[in-house]
C-alpha cells in the first residue's frame, strides 16, 4: 500500500494519545513520527521502543507486567531514554497505571487506542494534564486526491483537467470514503464490510460484553436510514420493539454510547434545545460515507450529508464538555449551525426544482433573517452560485469545492 505523509504534526515536548475509528491510520502515524525523527540523522532505531498490544503474542499480558517489557528494553539499552509508542493499549487492563509512571518519569511517550469513553475519561482522571489528545480521522477528500498524485495548483478549478480529475476521484471518495487500506482494494466494498464488522463486534460487543449484538446490528441499520433525521430515543426504542424485541431507555442510551465510543457514529443535537433535551432528540451520522453506504444503494442525497456531517466533525470536534456543531430545528431546519463560526449550512443535493429550492433556500432565509450575524451557505451535488432573497446572500457551492477550502 502506498504511503502518505499526513500533516500531523506532534510538539517534542509533549506526550499523546490518538484516538480514532479503527484503521483510520493512528498507528500510521506513529511510523510517520519515527521515521520523521529518523530521517533526521540524529536517532537510531534503537532510540525507539514501539509495542503492539494487538499482537497474538503479547495478547495476554496483564496491566502489572507491563513494565516488564520496559525493563526488558533497559537491559539491553541500559543508558537510553527512548521515544515509547504504545499501540492500541486500551486492550489491557489498567494501562493508564503504566502511561502515568511513564510520564512522571520524564519519558516522552505515544499512545494509541480505538475507545472514546475510556481514553477521555482516563486522560481526563487518571492521566491528568500528562497527555495531549489527538483525534486521527480516516482521509481527508484533499488527502486523498494527494495519494492519488492529483496537485491542486493555484486557480485549479479553472484548469479543465485538473477539475475533472477532481470530480472523477471525487465520485469514489463519495462513495468508499476516506480509509486508505480500502483505496487500492478491488473490492472495496468487501474490505469495508469486513471493517465494520470488526468495530461492531469487537470495539462496541465484546468490548462492552454485549449480549445481544442482534439489536446492535438492527439499531446501526435503523440509524442508517434515520441519517438526516432528528430521531428521539422513544422513536428508536419504539422501532427496536416494532421487531419483537424489547429494549429499555436505559439499554438504549448505553448502546448510543457504545456505538458514540468506537467513533461509529457522531451525534449532533438541537442549537436551541434545553441541555436535558440536546441529550434524547439528535441528528446522527456515521464516521465514514464507506460504512454509511453499506446499509443502502445509492442513497446520494443521505451519503451529501453525511459527508458534510464528517467534514465539519473534523474541523469542529466535540468533545464532552463542549458541543461545538449542531443543527437548527424551530419553524424551520437548518442541516448545520457552527456558533463560534456563526455559519448556517443547508445541504441539498440540487435545488433546481420550485419544491425543493423553497424549502431549502426559504427555511436557510427565515434563519437568517432571525439570526442575522450567521452567514448562510447551501451545499450541492454539482451547482454553484449566489443567490439573494429578501435581503439575505447564499453562497451555493459543490461539496467537492467545499471540501477542498
Not at 62 to 86: A, C, F, M, T, V
Request: net charge neutral; charged share 25%; glycine share 6%.
Amino acid at each position: 500500500m502506498k504511503l502518505l505523509q499526513r500533516g500531523v504534526i506532534f510538539d517534542a515536548k509533549s506526550s499523546y494519545v490518538l484516538i480514532g475509528i479503527r484503521r483510520a491510520g493512528k498507528s500510521y502515524t506513529l511510523y510517520q513520527d519515527i521515521l520523521s525523527k529518523l530521517s533526521s540523522g540524529v536517532m537510531k532505531v534503537e532510540d525507539f521502543l514501539y509495542i503492539n498490544f494487538e499482537d497474538e503474542r503479547i495478547a495476554p499480558i496483564k496491566g502489572n507486567e507491563l513494565g516488564l517489557i520496559i525493563d526488558s528494553y533497559w537491559e539491553l539499552y541500559d543508558q537510553k531514554r527512548p521515544y515509547i509508542y504504545l499501540d492500541e493499549i486500551q486492550n489491557i487492563d489498567g494501562w493508564e497505571k503504566l502511561a502515568r509512571r511513564l510520564t512522571e518519569e520524564k519519558r516522552k511517550v505515544m499512545i494509541t487506542g480505538s475507545n472514546a469513553k475510556m481514553l477521555s475519561h482516563e486522560i481526563a482522571s487518571t492521566l491528568g494534564g500528562s497527555y495531549v489528545q489527538r483525534h486521527i480521522y480516516p482521509f481527508s477528500f484533499k488527502e486523498y486526491l494527494d495519494y492519488h498524485s492529483v496537485s491542486l495548483t493555484r486557480n485549479w478549478e479553472f484548469s479543465s483537467d485538473l477539475r475533472r480529475a477532481v470530480i472523477r476521484h471525487f465520485a469514489e471518495y463519495f462513495n468508499y470514503g476516506g480509509f486508505a487500506e480500502s483505496f487500492d482494494k478491488v473490492d472495496k466494498r468487501e474490505w469495508i464490510t469486513s471493517l465494520y464488522q470488526k468495530i461492531l463486534m469487537g470495539d462496541i460487543v465484546e468490548r462492552n460484553k454485549n449480549r445481544n449484538p442482534r439489536i446492535l446490528r438492527l439499531l446501526a441499520r435503523k440509524l442508517a436510514e434515520c441519517v438526516m433525521q432528528p430521531t428521539t430515543l422513544k422513536r428508536l426504542e419504539n422501532i427496536i420493539k416494532s421487531t419483537g424485541d424489547n429494549i429499555s431507555p436505559t439499554v438504549l442510551k448505553d448502546y448510543l454510547s457504545y456505538m458514540e465510543d468506537a467513533y461509529l457514529i457522531i451525534s449532533i443535537p438541537n442549537l436551541i434545545s434545553p441541555i436535558t433535551e440536546q441529550q434524547t432528540i439528535m441528528k446522527r451520522y456515521f464516521a465514514d460515507n464507506g460504512i454509511l453506504g453499506l446499509f443502502f444503494v445509492g442513497g446520494e442525497t443521505k451519503l451529501l450529508e453525511n459527508l458534510v456531517a464528517v467534514q465539519l466533525n473534523r474541523q469542529y470536534p466535540s468533545t464532552p464538555d463542549e458541543q461545538r456543531l449542531f443543527y437548527y430545528n424551530k419553524g424551520v431546519e437548518v442541516d448545520f449551525c457552527v456558533p463560534e463560526d456563526n455559519l448556517a449550512i443547508q445541504v441539498s443535493f440540487n435545488i433546481d426544482d420550485s419544491t425543493t429550492y423553497e424549502r431549502e433556500v426559504g427555511g436557510i432565509v427565515k434563519f437568517l433573517k432571525a439570526y442575522k450575524h450567521y452567514h448562510g451557505m447551501i451545499i450541492t451535488w454539482d451547482t454553484e452560485r449566489q443567490i439573494t432573497e429578501d435581503g439575505v446572500t447564499i453562497d451555493v457551492v459543490p461539496i467537492w469545492k467545499w471540501l477542498l477550502r
